[in-house]
């Protein structure tokens, strides 16, 4: 008989048993009262609420080449918090509120630790942003990925009503443009920043940096600011017409997919100044601004669309809610050959 086995192969079940029992008590924390059954179903359930007309919206994503700085540091608590942000603030640019998430793991080898550290994060975004973590998968991937490499992605499910639909058709000549301030690079560009920083410059993840304030590495692991209570809540008591989730492709792509034919939503770049991370990556790099724009969020995480008499209350709102948010530009008719968003202006200061 041959003595090969699949932990010869490079599986451990025993430790992928002992990663579900660590991940458990993280996931609990992660839930919803419409949430049935526990942990460790083959499929999760989850009683939808009553609705008159509900509309599902999905989102998948992941968090890019940002693992490759958690890999590097040994620090892997935060990353699931950028998994659950690139999924849900997907979601509520239609208005849907987050419901739940299904995360799924690959990693070279199972160790229960890094497992559960990451779940941690996952189950602190879910937090965060209201949803519930209702199930996922740990995959051992032996021979196709090293063994201190993962990767992760997850699904988000929400539901909005039929007639609260937002969208591109919502949106008027007139409206204002409200950005809400992003946390940092949040999880997009990482490939750039890498390159310039970590490949070109030799920057350490260790080192201090001065203009930062702390560390490379801390800075580049900063959690993505979730913005999906905030967003519900201002739909809730504000004419909201959209959101943007400003993700990669930067400010400018992402409002284009927003604003419909016909009209021109004016970027003022005087009304905010991008972060240091930014003009650290900028500078050190010699990347040209409009690089920048098309790579990076540039200090601007979420931006809102609400009608003009609202704007004064959705700025106090976001200032009670912690927010830092501040009037962007406005959207008017556009003019012959003129594109869906101008940028126009100069960051002060970058």
Known sequence: MSENTYAAAGVNIEEGDRAVEL??????????PEVMGGLGGFAG?????EYKEPVLAAGSDGVG???AVAQAMDKHDTI????????????VVCGAEPLFLQDYIAVGEVVPEKVADIVKGIAEGCVQAGAAL???????HPGVMGKDEYDVSATAVGVVEADELLGPDKVRDGDVLIAMKSSGLHSNGYSLARYVLLEQAGLPLDGYMEDLGRTLGEELLEPTRIYAKDCLALVSECAVSTFCHVTGGGLAGNLERVIPEGLTAEVNRSTWTPGQIFKTISSVGKVALE??????NMGVGMIAV????????????MTA???EAWELGTVRVAEEGEPRVLMTGEHPGF
């Open 65 to 67: 080449t940002k693992l």
């Open 134 to 140: 209702l199930g996922g998968e740990t995959a051992e």
């Open 291 to 296: 690089e920048m724009e098309k790579t990076f």
């Open 306 to 317: 609400v009608a003009p008499e609202d704007r004064e209350r959705a700025l106090a709102m």
């Open 23 to 32: 991940i458990t008590p993280h996931a609990k924390r992660a839930s919803r």
């Open 45 to 49: 359930l989850f009683k939808l609420g």
């Open 321 to 323: 809610r912690h927010v």
């Open 80 to 91: 699931g918090i950028d998994l659950v942000a690139m999924c849900v603030d997907d979601l």
